[in-house]
């Protein structure tokens, strides 16, 4: 298991050295605002802060609501990209 | 994506599988993270809800999703049948039509002086004895009555004119005009002699005006100068019509359409005097008939030949083409091949 969480770490480690991690972080920014994730995440927002009150909405509130619905909504077409982009980063880097 | 992504092969298969997953789970749940940031600092600077002002205007400026009409609810061509008045003439003017009729109207704007400009110039040439003027007075006088003849570019479209829309097009002082001739028909004889000794004067078959470029127009040739003038002025008058103007002067007092017609016959084609009182009521019926006259016109073109025109053209009472027949001079045959080659050719 070491070895494995050890493969991790360097994975990850070469993603962030090799700023792969920030190109697929904008690259996923980028599509999800293009399919109107984001649009359709801030009208639940929106929900949300009605619901709670505009005054007292707190960071936590929002996250807890958020994410779930969020994860579930990107589109099959952006996970499919992301995927493979991120695969074929492995194959290329990976011992 | 070509192909479908299939999982990295091998025994570490599984876990690099999952730790691809696992990264992808990280960059997601980055962004929404990043969104609920957002969203939090503008709801406490409270620029969150910005776009929603109030319900009044929100719901005065909602998208509308009707068919036949735009997100903002305005019909596409709502303007197209509606009729302006113009304050000048007071007519309705179609809307689409409503600019460039003013333009005209008021005489101001680029196009109106320069056509006013050109029609004082050829005027200017033409208009030199007392009587001929006060008749061409008078035939400005009823061409500036528009009747249905509302759009330039109708007349231009019409293939015969007989001497009044001839007449009207080449004298109306704000008159849309394409045409860069004058007809002859609305002309007196010094008026014929002057710009005969200037211009080129070759009658065109299609619009039956005369060509006011200079004497050495390309276009046309001295022989169709020659026969234009002889046509006009006389059997001996040359490109020099002064000489024979006097003996001539007499067909030209009248220069009234009917009396010109009762005095210029064909030779053998009585039919002249019933279609007199035919083409005085096509004068002033001119735009009702304007449309059939046109496709008998072409008809007639495919049928006569140059001398039996006028009887085919009286016996289809399309007077129109009558009035410019016969308002020819004396000796047609001499202009025919000129003028009517084209029916010479079918004769």
Same mark, same amino acid.
């Given at each position: ?95 | ?127 030199? !004895? ?55 028909? !609305? ?16 009658? !065109? ?109 009286? !016996? ?32």
């Amino acid at each position: 298991m070491s070895k494995d969480s050890r493969m991790r770490a360097t994975i990850n480690q070469k993603l962030t050295e090799m700023g792969e991690r920030d190109r697929l972080k904008e690259l996923l920014r980028a599509k999800l605002t293009e399919c109107g994730w984001k649009d359709q995440m801030k009208a639940h927002c929106k929900e949300v802060i009605k619901e709670k009150g505009l005054e007292h909405v707190t960071v936590e509130d929002l996250v807890v609501e958020i994410t779930p619905k969020g994860r579930a909504l990107v589109p099959d077409s952006v996970k499919k990209e992301l995927l493979h982009r991120i695969r074929a980063f492995l194959s290329q880097h990976a011992t | 994506m070509k192909m479908e992504d299939m999982p990295l092969s091998g025994p570490d298969n599984t876990k690099l599988e999952a730790l691809v997953h696992d990264i992808y789970s990280e960059l997601v749940d980055d962004a929404c993270l990043g969104l609920c940031f957002e969203v939090h600092r503008a709801v406490k600077q409270g620029f969150f809800f910005l776009d929603e002002t109030d319900q009044e205007s929100m719901k005065e400026f909602e998208i509308v999703d009707q068919p036949g009409v735009d997100i903002f609810g305005q019909v596409y061509n709502q303007w197209k049948n509606k009729e302006c008045e113009c304050p000048n003439c007071k007519r309705l003017i179609a809307a689409s039509r409503f600019a460039p009729h003013l333009e005209k109207c008021l005489g101001m704007g680029r196009n109106s002086s320069r056509i006013a400009n050109r029609r004082l110039a050829s005027n200017n040439n033409m208009s030199k !004895s007392e009587s001929d003027q006060e008749d061409n007075d008078d035939l400005n006088d009823n061409d500036w009555s528009y009747g249905s003849q509302n759009s330039p570019r109708r007349s231009k479209s019409l293939k015969h004119k007989n001497g009044e829309l001839g007449g009207s097009i080449g004298s109306e002082p704000y008159k849309y005009n394409y045409n860069t001739g004058i007809s002859y028909e !609305s002309l007196g004889p010094d008026e014929v002699r002057s710009l005969l000794s200037t211009q080129c004067g070759v009658i !065109s078959e299609h619009t039956k005006k005369m060509c006011t470029r200079s004497q050495r127009c390309p276009q046309h040739t001295d022989e169709q100068r020659r026969a234009v003038r002889v046509f006009l002025l006389g059997p001996s008058a040359p490109s020099l019509p002064d000489a024979d103007t006097v003996a001539e002067s007499d067909s030209f007092d009248i220069p009234d359409g009917q009396a010109l017609m009762s005095r210029l016959q064909w030779e053998d084609s009585p039919d002249i005097s019933p279609t007199d009182s035919a083409s005085s009521k096509a004068s002033a019926n001119h735009s009702d008939s304007r449309k059939p006259k046109k496709k008998k016109r072409t008809s007639l073109a495919l049928n006569c030949g140059g001398r039996g025109w006028s009887r085919s053209c009286s !016996s289809s009472s399309s007077s129109q083409s009558n009035l410019s027949v016969s308002s020819k001079k004396k000796r047609p045959k001499l202009s025919a091949p000129s003028i009517s080659s084209i029916y010479d050719d079918l004769n």
